[in-house]
């Protein structure tokens, strides 16, 4: 069993920076790869970024390639998600989730791992 904890998010002003972690336990960490997925209020869940199990691949939505930046850090069973250039379309509830890194980059939300999610509001 997997347990994921999110933390970090707030309000920030359009074109400010956050930085998001999640923190496992219950498991091996380094058996997963870890992805963000965000929901906007109204909107489906979306993959936001993933990066594999070794660290040694990522994946980035279109959206907020050169802005975010996915990290890991196995010492301590923690992702991280850098946001910076903030924009207000990017409100919504930020989840951390595990599984493989197929799976999370296929922005299938099938995963079976997530975190309860941390509101992140961008105002304008």
């Known amino acids: 069993q997997v347990q994921l904890t999110e933390s970090g998010g707030g309000l920030a002003q359009a074109g400010g920076s956050l930085r998001l972690s999640c923190a496992a336990s219950?498991?091996?960490?380094?058996?997963?790869?870890m992805g963000w997925f965000r929901q906007a209020p109204g909107k489906g869940r979306e993959v936001v970024v993933v990066?594999?199990?070794?660290?040694?691949?990522?994946y980035y939505a279109d959206s907020v390639k050169g802005r975010f930046t996915i990290s890991r850090d196995d010492a301590k069973n923690t992702v991280y998600l850098q946001m910076n250039m903030l924009k207000p379309e990017e409100t919504a509830v930020y989840f951390c989730?595990?599984?493989?890194?197929?799976?999370?980059?296929?922005?299938?939300?099938?995963?079976?791992?997530w975190g309860k999610g941390t509101q992140v509001t961008v105002s304008s």
């Open positions: 219950g498991t091996t960490f380094n058996r997963y790869a």
């Open positions: 990066i594999s199990r070794s660290g040694g691949h990522t």
């Open positions: 989730a595990a599984d493989t890194y197929e799976l999370l980059s296929s922005g299938r939300g099938t995963t079976a791992y």
